[in-house]
């Protein structure tokens, strides 16, 4: 029998649930597909685009900007050339200086919090030793804002490094230049001064202030991520060390000297004030130009303004009786008169109607001309100018540059003043009184230009002060000779001769130097004030030239407006002037003009 059908068997339940159940995957619609592609494409061509912009249109300007943020610039800080006097002593200089910036919000020590913000006053006890000042009053300026307060100026380089070592944030020292003038008040009427805007005020340092100015330029140095420098891009000659300085002709030791001497003078006179001018004839160099009263250029603040011009280059007055021996030199040359004639001195004569008298109202008969110089015989000189024609004698005077400004690096040298040759032709009373150095005026730099005529042979050399800028330690040579040749060389051996005399017989005794043979004349002169003599008010001077067998120098003291019945160029001027000449002597190694005298004087 055949065996039942069966059905098929029924999975067991634990393998209908090891089966995987494959689902049907569902069809997306094209329209989402294509939003996903054109975002993409969008996206790629954005991002194309901003790239083609940076690289083709934005590129100099992203590139300046990373340039910016790479490179550190440094701007000059606007430094000067020192100024040194002959021999190389310092006269002007300039110094770093700080200033201290405080910033209270940003205040941390080191080792605090960086988001820890420390009260003012910890930071004012700190810094109260340091720059000397109460911590209370820096407490106190630091509470008026949070930042950029200023706490205090001119602080030097190792202060501000102990500032720096504190490691405090938000201090801030800015450097800058400060001039300083080591010698104080010594050439303050040559060299001026800078105001606190570093702005000239007088002297060279306003007449020379763009040559003053070191060479610099604002340095650019890109740095590297890690802050490596990169050297290019510099800008030519960015390292260049100016290291120039301005070398004056004038000698410290002397200057010293003469202001000392002057400052006695003026006080023991009572006078207005005084000046003293040395000059090389060969060139031109002045060796001295001092001027008393003067100033302080590192305290120029606690002065009169009045005090900041020098008045020997920029004051006018009339010379007097210093002028005598210019006067006779140009009667020489035009032949006027004769080295050995005299003239008929009567004490007193009219002029066009006006009196002319000796100083001293005396009359010294028939003399010289080494004698008229000797006694300072206003009559002598009248009626030895006489002799030359009024309007011969106005050419010469305008030959020589009364009234023009002296050719010199002064500064705020002026002309001087000097008639029309109209006037000095046609009033009698106008050739009279310039035979004795009155009715003109001039600076005592151009009477001092004038005497070197006479001792140089009959050169018009230009006075200087400077001889130019040297690098590093190196010093300018003196100038070689030069200048106008006006007179005759004889003519002025003539004229120094009797200038000799007037130190060996005469007024200026006062100066006489065993073993030297010098020169030189007095002057005691009426003082005007806008044309008009002032009763009572005078100019005492003196001019020396030596040595006389080879002039090399001239010597002028001019003290205005000495007190007392006494007071004379003999008197007031020359004790300046021996001075002043006893030092030049040893400073410039002057041998004896007459050894055997010398060795006499010192053996007896």
Known sequence: MAAPSQAPATPSRSRRRGRSRVVPLE???????????????AGLIGLAGRMAWLQLVQTDALEARARRLQTQRTQPLGQRRPIVDRTGRLVAMDEKRFRLWAHPRYFNLPGDDP????????????????????????????????????????????????????????????????????????????????NDERVPQAGLEQSRDEEL??????????????????????????????????QLTLDGRLQELAVKALSEQVAKWKAQKGAAIVMDVANGELLVLASTPTYDPNRYWSFDPGRFREWSVQDLYEPGSTFKPIN???????????????????????????????HDKRANGLVDFATVLQVSSNVGMVQAMRRLDDGVYWDWMNRLGIDRRPDTDLPGAVAGQLKTKKQFTTHPIEPATSAFGQGFSLTPLKLTQLHGVLANGGRLVSPHITRGFRSGEALAPAASPGGQQLLKPEITRTVLSWMESVVDKGSGKGVKTPGYR????????????NGVYLPGAKICSFVATLPIESPRYVVLVVIDEPQGDNAYGSTVAVPVAKQIIDALLVVEKITPSKPAELNKTVNG
Request: net charge neutral.
């Open 27 to 41: 069809k997306v619609p094209s329209r989402r597909l294509w939003m996903v592609f054109l975002v993409l494409s």
């Open 115 to 194: 988001n820890h913000i420390r009260p003012a006053a910890d930071v004012a006890e700190l810094l109260s030793p340091m720059i000397a000042v109460p911590a209370s009053r820096l407490e106190a300026e630091m509470a008026q804002r949070p930042s950029g307060i200023r706490l205090a100026e001119g602080l030097d380089p190792e202060t501000a490094a102990r500032i720096r070592s504190l490691g405090i944030s938000g201090l801030d020292l800015e450097a800058y230049p400060q001039r300083i003038y080591p010698q104080g008040s010594l050439f303050a009427n040559v060299v001026g001064f800078l």
């Open 213 to 246: 100015m070191r060479h610099e330029q604002a340095r650019s140095m890109r740095r590297g991520a890690d802050g490596t420098p990169l050297p290019d891009d510099l800008a030519p000659g960015v390292f260049y060390g100016d290291d120039l300085r301005l």
């Open 328 to 358: 006779l030199a140009l009667a020489l040359q035009e032949g006027a008169i004769r080295p050995d004639e005299r003239v008929h001195d009567v004490g007193q004569l009219k002029i066009g109607g006006w009196p002319i008298n000796n």
């Open 518 to 529: 010098i020169g030189g004349k007095t002057g005691t002169a009426q003082k005007a004030l």
